[in-house]
T-cell receptor, first 113, second 111 residues
Framework: SQTIHQWPATLVQPVGSPLSLECTVE??????LYWYRQAAGRGLQLLFYSVGIGQISSEVPQNLSASRPQDRQFILSSKKLLLSDSGFYLC????????????FGEGSRLTVL | AQSVTQLGSHVSVSEGALVLLRCNYSSSVPPYLFWYVQYPNQGLQLLLK??????LVKGINGFEAEFKKSETSFHLTKPSAHMSDAAEYFC?????????FGGGTRLMVKP
C-alpha cells in the first residue's frame, strides 16, 4: 500500500533562518507531488506542485522554493524565513488521473519567531 | 476555471442532530468533487468523492453527499452527529488536473 511521510512534525525557527521540510512517498511511482500551507484561520493554499523529477510549478511567488531530487521525494526550502511563513505545511500526492484524490501527509507545523 | 464556496466557516450542532455542510462549485467542465476531513494537527483524510454515476455518494463515518448539477452543489450530510465528528471539513473540485479547495467549515458538536 502507499504511504506518505513528512518531517519534521514540529519546527520552531527564528526569523532569517533557513528551512527544509521533507516529504517521501512509498508504494507508487511517478506521483504528482504537492506542497500546501494552512495559515491560522485560512484555508489551504497550494504552494508548489511537481509532475516529475526536477519539474516544479510555483503557484504563489514568495521566499519559499521546492525541489524534487528523486521520483518520490519532495522538499520545501527557504533561505531566510519570515514571520509570515508560520503555518501548517502539508505534503500530498496523487496519480495522474483527474478523478484521483490527493493523499496527504501528517503535516509539519512551523512557527517562526 | 474552477472554484469552491463553502457557506459557513463554523457550524455548531448538538450531538445526535443532523449535520449539513454546504458546498457550491463552479466549473466549465463536468467536475469531480471531494470532501475531506481534518482533525487538529493532522493531514486531510478523504471522506468521499463523486466522479461519475450515482449522484448520492456514501463515505466513511456515516457521511454522504449528493451531487446536484442544476444547483452546482455537493452538500455533505450525516443523519446523527457524534462528538468525534468535530473537525474541519473541506470541499474540493477537480475540473482539470488540479484540486481546488474551499475555505473549510469547522464543525463543532455540543453534548
Amino acid at each position: 500500500s502507499q504511504t506518505i511521510h513528512q518531517w519534521p512534525a514540529t519546527l520552531v525557527q527564528p526569523v532569517g533562518s533557513p528551512l527544509s521540510l521533507e516529504c517521501t512517498v512509498e508504494g507508487t511511482s511517478n506521483p504528482n507531488l504537492y506542497w500546501y500551507r494552512q495559515a491560522a484561520g485560512r484555508g489551504l493554499q497550494l504552494l508548489f506542485y511537481s509532475v516529475g523529477i526536477g519539474q516544479i510549478s510555483s503557484e504563489v511567488p514568495q521566499n519559499l522554493s521546492a525541489s524534487r531530487p528523486q521520483d518520490r521525494q519532495f522538499i520545501l526550502s527557504s533561505k531566510k524565513l519570515l514571520l509570515s511563513d508560520s503555518g501548517f505545511y502539508l505534503c500530498a500526492w496523487s496519480v495522474l488521473f483527474r478523478e484521483g484524490e490527493l493523499f496527504f501527509g501528517e503535516g509539519s507545523r512551523l512557527t517562526v519567531l | 476555471a474552477q472554484s469552491v464556496t463553502q457557506l459557513g466557516s463554523h457550524v455548531s450542532v448538538s450531538e445526535g442532530a443532523l449535520v449539513l455542510l454546504r458546498c457550491n462549485y463552479s466549473s466549465s467542465v463536468p467536475p469531480y468533487l471531494f470532501w475531506y476531513v481534518q482533525y487538529p494537527n493532522q493531514g486531510l483524510q478523504l471522506l468521499l468523492k463523486y466522479t461519475t454515476g450515482a449522484t448520492l455518494v456514501k463515505g466513511i463515518n456515516g457521511f454522504e453527499a449528493e451531487f446536484k448539477k442544476s444547483e452546482t452543489s455537493f452538500h455533505l450530510t450525516k443523519p446523527s452527529a457524534h462528538m468525534s465528528d468535530a473537525a474541519e471539513y473541506f470541499c474540493a473540485v477537480n475540473a482539470g488536473n488540479m484540486l481546488t479547495f474551499g475555505g473549510g467549515t469547522r464543525l463543532m458538536v455540543k453534548p
